[in-house]
C-alpha cells in the first residue's frame, strides 16, 4: 500500500512537471529570446546612422572610413591629369580615359603598360592605389600620392626594385590580399585556394565600418526594433560586440587585430575576449624592435602600448583617442594633463622653452619613426628617455632624435644635470644586458620573469631570449613560465622549450595541450610534434590530436605568404616528410628570392633524400645570393664533408669563421677536421676561438681536452677535463677521459 501511494504521488508530480514544461515551451517566445536564437548579419553602415548621428559623421571623417573605397573624381586625391613620375628607374605616368584612372608603369615582365585603379587605399598622410590581377589578386603600386605635399613618390626611396623581387609591386609584399585587406574593410576573408595559388576575397563592407569593432548589427537593431526594448526593458550592450561599457581589455583587443603586428591564426574567429584565440602578436625580441622594446620597424601600436606604464594604470585607447574620428581628444599637452599635473608642462619638468617642439610631452616620451616614406608614427611604450643606456647598448633616445648632431654621452650628462645622478628602475635595465645571450643573461632575464611589476609583453620577450640560454635555470624558468595566467607568456615558453631536449620538458608542458587558449594549443602540438606517439599518455592522446588540426590549419592559413610556406615546408621536414618540405621551401622561394633561409633547409631536404648534388647547387645559390652569410658556408662545410671532399669543407668552415660567426658547432667541425687532416696547431687555435665565443660548450671543452691528450698535452688537457665533470658528469663519450683524471 505505501509503495502504492508513493508511485501515484511520483506520477503525479511528473505529470504537473511535465504540463508546466509543455506551456512553457508552447508560449510564443519573447523578443530578446528571439533575438537571442536569431543567427546575426552584417547589415551595413547606413543602419547606424538615424540613432547615432555624431559618431556616424565623426566616422566619415576618419581614416577608417576612407580606408578602401571605389575610385571616383570623390576620392581620389593623386593628381592623374596626365602626369609623369620618375624615381629608382622607373618612369610612370598616371591618367584618366572614360572617367576611369590609370597608371602606366613598370609590370611584372619588367615593361610599361596600362594598369586601371580600381580602388583608393588610405587617405592621410598618403593614399595608395588598387590594381586587378589575375588569380583574385590585387596589388599596390609602388608609386604614392602625398597627400601632405600634393606629389607623387615612391616607397622604399632610393632602391632599384627589379620586376621578379618579392618588394616589386606586382609581388607578394605588395599583394592587397595578404598583406593589408584584413585591416582597411569589414569582415574580410582572403579565401586562399592553395592548390589554384587564387583568391576569392570578399568582405561585406567595403571600408573599416560601424561593425568592425562594433560586430555585426542585425541582432542590436532587431533588439531596438523590439517592444522588450519599446517596453523599457535593456539588454546590457544591446548585442554589440563592444560598447560603451566596455572594459579595458575588451577595447585594447578590438583595436589590436589591425594594431599590432600580429600573424591571424585562422579566418574561422572564436568568439573570445582572449586575444590569443584568433591572433599571435609580436612580442619586443625580434628585428622589428630595439633590444630595450623601443620600436624600429612597421610594428604599429600594441605591443609598444602594453609596456607602458599608461596601459598598467588602466588608460585605453579612447581616453586619448575619439574612437569614430580618430582624431586626439585634446591639442599637444593638453591631451597628457587629463592625466598630469600641470607642472609637467612647464620649464622646470622639462627644461625647454616653453611652445617649441622640445616642450611637447610626445617629442620625449612618444618619439617617432616614419614608414611608408612620409607617414611618422608615435612610439605608445611611453617611456622616459634614457641616454646612458644609449652610451652603454648603443639603443636610440628620444634627445638625440631632435639633438642629432650631439653625441648620447652629452645627452646623458644633461640628464644628470637636470635630474640627478640616479635613473628610476625600468625593464630595458635587465632586458637589455638579458638580450645580449651572454653568461650574465640568465640572470637578468630570470629577474624579469620575477618581478611581478614587469609588464607581461616584456616577461614575454624575456621567456623568448630565454630560448637561446640552453641552461638547466633557463628550462626551468620556462616551465614556471607555463603556469603564468598571461597567455602570450605560456606561448613564448613553449616556444623557446623547443631548443631544449625533451627529457627536459615532456611531462611538464604536457598539460598545455588542452589550455584555454588556441594559440597555446598550437604552440603545444608544435612541441610535441615529433614526440613518438606512445610516449603520450592516453589521457593526452585526443587533445594532441585536436591540437595538431589546430596547428596544420593554422601553418595552411599562412600559405599565401613566403615566410608561411616555410613553416609549412620546416613543418614537415621534422616530419621526414621531404617531398613535401621541398614543396614548400620552393613555393617560397618562388615567392622570395632572397629568403635564404628556405635555401638552407631545402638543402638538408635534399641531403635527406640522397640528393647530395642538388643541395650543393641550393647551398651555392645561397651563396652567391648572401655571400656575407656565415651560416651558408657552415652548411657547405658540413655538406662538402659528407661529400669527402675535405679541401673544400675547410674553405667554407674558414670563410664562415672569417664572417666571425658566433655558432659553436662551426668550431667544433672545422677543429676536429682540422685535426683529422693534422693540422694540429691549426685545430688548436680554432678550437680555442671557439671557447673564447662559447666557454661553457660541452663538445667544444671535449674537443680540445681530445687534441690535447692525444698530443700528450695530459695538463693542458686538465682544466677542460675538470670543467666537462662539473657540467656533464653523466655523459656517456666523456667516461674515458674523465677516468685519465681522477
Not at 631632435?402 to 640616479?422: D, F, L, M, R
Not at 652548411?635 to 669527402?644: A, D, I
Not at 686538465?718 to 677521459?737: H, S
Amino acid at each position: 500500500m505505501r509503495f502504492g501511494k508513493i508511485t501515484v504521488l511520483t506520477c503525479l508530480i511528473i505529470l504537473s512537471i511535465f504540463s508546466f514544461l509543455l506551456i512553457e515551451y508552447c508560449r510564443p517566445k519573447s523578443s530578446e529570446e528571439a533575438i537571442l536564437s536569431a543567427a546575426n548579419e552584417y547589415v551595413g553602415d547606413q543602419k547606424c546612422q538615424s540613432c547615432h548621428a555624431k559618431e556616424f559623421n565623426d566616422w566619415k571623417t576618419s581614416d577608417h572610413f576612407k580606408a578602401m573605397l571605389p575610385a571616383n573624381d570623390s576620392t581620389v586625391l593623386g593628381d592623374f591629369n596626365d602626369k609623369t613620375f620618375t624615381a629608382d628607374g622607373v618612369t610612370s605616368r598616371f591618367f584618366k580615359k572614360d572617367g576611369k584612372f590609370f597608371i602606366n608603369t613598370e609590370g611584372a615582365d619588367g615593361k610599361p603598360h596600362d594598369f586601371e585603379v580600381l580602388y583608393t587605399f588610405g587617405y592621410y598622410p598618403l593614399q595608395q592605389y588598387l590594381i586587378s590581377f589575375p588569380g583574385g589578386r590585387m596589388q599596390v603600386p609602388r608609386a604614392c600620392w602625398d597627400s601632405k605635399n600634393k606629389k607623387w613618390f615612391h616607397q622604399y626611396a632610393g632602391q632599384t626594385i627589379h620586376s621578379g623581387d618579392w618588394l616589386h609591386w606586382t609581388g607578394g609584399a605588395q599583394n592587397w590580399n595578404t598583406m593589408c585587406a584584413t585591416c582597411h574593410s569589414t569582415n574580410l576573408r582572403k579565401n586562399f585556394n592553395l592548390e589554384a595559388d587564387s583568391f576569392h576575397t570578399t568582405y561585406s563592407i567595403i571600408n573599416v565600418s560601424c561593425e568592425s569593432c562594433h560586430g555585426q548589427g542585425k541582432k542590436h537593431i532587431d533588439y531596438i526594433n523590439s517592444d522588450d526594448y519599446k517596453e523599457g526593458e535593456k539588454v546590457r550592450g544591446s548585442f554589440l560586440q563592444l560598447a560603451k561599457s566596455a572594459s579595458q581589455n575588451q577595447q585594447v583587443n578590438t583595436c589590436a587585430p589591425c594594431h599590432a603586428l600580429k600573424a591571424d591564426i585562422s579566418d574561422q574567429l572564436i568568439a573570445s575576449e582572449e586575444l590569443m584565440d584568433n591572433y599571435i602578436p609580436q612580442v619586443p625580441s625580434s628585428e622589428q624592435f630595439h633590444a630595450d622594446g623601443q620600436v624600429k620597424g612597421e610594428v604599429y601600436i600594441y605591443t609598444s602600448f602594453l609596456q607602458s606604464k599608461m596601459f598598467h594604470r588602466g588608460v585605453t585607447c579612447s581616453n586619448c583617442h575619439n574612437p569614430h574620428s580618430g582624431k586626439t581628444l585634446f591639442a599637444s599637452n593638453q591631451l597628457c594633463l587629463q592625466c598630469h599635473s600641470k607642472s609637467y608642462d612647464a620649464p622646470s619638468h622639462h627644461f625647454h622653452e616653453t611652445n617649441t617642439k622640445g616642450a611637447e610631452c610626445k617629442s620625449c616620451h612618444m618619439p617617432a619613426e616614419t614608414f611608408m616614406g612620409n607617414d611618422e608614427r608615435h612610439d605608445h611604450s611611453f617611456r622616459v628617455p634614457r641616454p646612458d643606456l644609449s652610451v652603454q647598448y648603443g639603443t636610440p633616445n628620444a634627445c638625440n632624435k631632435c639633438h642629432s648632431n650631439k653625441t648620447a654621452q652629452w645627452s646623458a650628462e644633461a640628464i644628470v644635470k637636470w635630474y640627478g645622478p640616479q635613473r628610476k628602475y625600468h625593464f630595458a635595465d635587465d632586458l637589455l644586458p638579458g638580450s645580449k645571450l651572454n653568461d650574465q643573461s640568465e640572470a637578468h632575464l630570470t629577474k624579469l620573469l620575477n618581478d611581478t611589476a614587469v609588464p607581461p609583453i616584456i616577461q614575454a620577450a624575456a621567456a623568448t631570449h630565454l630560448g637561446g640560454i640552453l641552461t638547466a635555470g633557463s628550462a626551468n624558468a620556462l616551465k614556471r613560465c607555463l603556469l603564468q595566467d598571461n597567455a602570450l607568456i605560456r606561448y613564448q615558453a613553449l616556444r623557446s622549450l623547443a631548443n631544449f631536449p625533451p627529457d627536459q620538458w615532456q611531462s611538464t608542458a604536457m598539460p598545455l595541450l588542452t589550455d584555454k587558449v588556441r594559440a597555446v594549443r598550437i604552440a603545444a602540438a608544435d612541441l610535441y610534434l615529433t614526440i613518438p606517439p606512445n610516449e603520450i599518455p592516453e589521457e593526452y592522446q585526443a587533445a594532441l590530436s585536436k591540437a595538431k588540426t589546430e596547428l596544420e590549419q593554422y601553418l595552411r592559413y599562412q600559405a599565401d605568404f613566403s615566410v608561411g610556406n616555410i613553416m609549412i615546408a620546416d613543418h614537415y621536414l621534422r616530419l621526414n616528410d621531404y617531398e613535401n618540405a621541398t614543396r614548400f621551401y620552393l613555393r617560397g622561394l618562388k615567392m622570395d628570392s632572397l629568403m635564404n633561409y628556405a635555401r638552407l633547409n631545402l638543402s638538408s631536404a635534399y641531403s635527406a633524400q640522397g640528393k647530395n648534388d642538388q643541395a650543393l647547387q641550393v647551398l651555392k645559390a645561397a651563396a652567391a645570393t648572401d655571400p656575407s652569410n656565415e651560416r651558408v658556408f657552415y652548411n657547405l662545410g658540413l655538406l662538402y664533408n659528407e661529400l669527402q671532399q675535405p679541401e673544400e669543407a675547410k674553405k667554407s668552415f674558414g670563410k664562415a669563421v672569417q664572417l666571425k660567426s658566433n655558432n659553436p658547432r662551426l668550431y667544433y667541425n672545422y677543429g676536429l677536421l682540422l685535426f683529422q687532416s693534422g693540422e694540429v696547431k691549426e685545430a688548436e687555435n680554432v678550437l680555442l676561438k671557439g671557447l673564447a665565443l662559447s666557454p661553457r660548450d660541452a663538445d667544444l671543452n671535449y674537443a680540445i681536452s681530445f687534441l690535447y691528450i692525444k698530443t700528450g698535452q695530459q695538463e693542458k688537457a686538465r682544466k677542460y677535463v675538470l670543467f666537462l665533470k662539473q657540467v656533464a658528469p653523466g655523459r656517456a663519450e666523456y667516461q674515458g677521459i674523465f677516468q685519465m683524471f681522477p
